[in-house]
């Protein structure tokens, strides 16, 4: 019933930008916190960069000053924008959301991931 829709992954040199969407769509009541993930082979899955409902942001270090985070409401879109693109960001990126469904209880959901490769 509810589904997370991420896009604009792909192949882009050292230096260079992308921008990643993710959609929540699906029967429910409010979107809550939202955040991406990525997880490079051999590597544990990490956090990148998060999100409240109230526009509070965070960030992992490695990227701080480099990506951004944003959200717009009404669309119930979460966005990276990712620039001066590193090789070590190469990995598949994970939408992540927290849903109320039923008015009282959150449900944390996962994107299916997109893929991110940065050459050098």
């Known amino acids: 019933q509810v589904q997370l829709v991420e896009s604009g992954g792909g192949l882009v040199q050292a230096g260079g930008s992308l921008r990643l969407s993710c959609a929540a769509s699906g029967r429910f009541f409010s979107v809550s916190a939202m955040g991406w993930y990525r997880q490079a082979p051999g590597k544990q899955r990490e956090l990148v960069a998060h999100?409240?409902?109230?526009?509070?942001?965070n960030y992992a270090d490695s990227v701080k000053d480099r990506f951004t985070i944003s959200r717009d409401s009404a669309k119930n879109t979460v966005y990276l924008q990712m620039n001066s693109l590193k090789p070590e960001d190469t990995a598949v990126y994970y939408c992540n959301a927290d849903l109320t469904i039923d008015t009282s209880v959150l449900y944390n959901y996962w994107g299916q991931g997109t893929q991110v490769t940065v050459s050098s």
């Open positions: 999100i409240t409902s109230r526009g509070s942001t």
